[in-house]
């Protein structure tokens, strides 16, 4: 079992920055791809960013050039730098890891992220 430890959410205002980190208790297949995923009151669960294990970043359109999604392999943690936060990103975030070839995969608990002035 692997589990995903979230940090990193909080209050901040409009134009202001977080960042995120979701800590992986251990990597059990070395093709993998980590993301950050949200969803909003009444809203759907959308993907917001991700990132394999070679390193290659895909983003949502509504926060690239915003966001940064980047990842430290010795600690086994993915990171979401949110810079320009505007209201719309207000949501609970949920870091992800699947296990590509292995059929697992595994979530946080999530974090919430409040943008308000």
């Known amino acids: 079992q692997v589990q995903l430890v979230e940090s990193g959410g909080g209050l901040v205002q409009p134009g202001g920055s977080l960042r995120l980190s979701c800590a992986a208790s251990?990597?059990?297949?070395?093709?993998?791809?980590m993301g950050w995923y949200r969803q909003a009151p009444g809203k759907q669960r959308e993907s917001v960013a991700l990132i394999t294990s070679g390193g290659t970043a895909n983003y949502a359109d509504s926060v690239k050039g915003r966001f940064t999604i980047s990842k430290d392999n010795a600690k086994n943690t993915v990171y979401l730098q949110m810079d320009s936060l505007k209201p719309e990103d207000t949501a609970v975030y949920y870091c992800?890891?699947?296990?590509?070839?292995?059929?697992?995969?595994?979530w946080g608990q999530g974090t919430q992220v409040t943008v308000s002035s």
């Open positions: 992800h890891v699947d296990f590509l070839g292995s059929r697992y995969d595994a």
């Open positions: 251990r990597i059990i297949y070395r093709t993998y791809i």
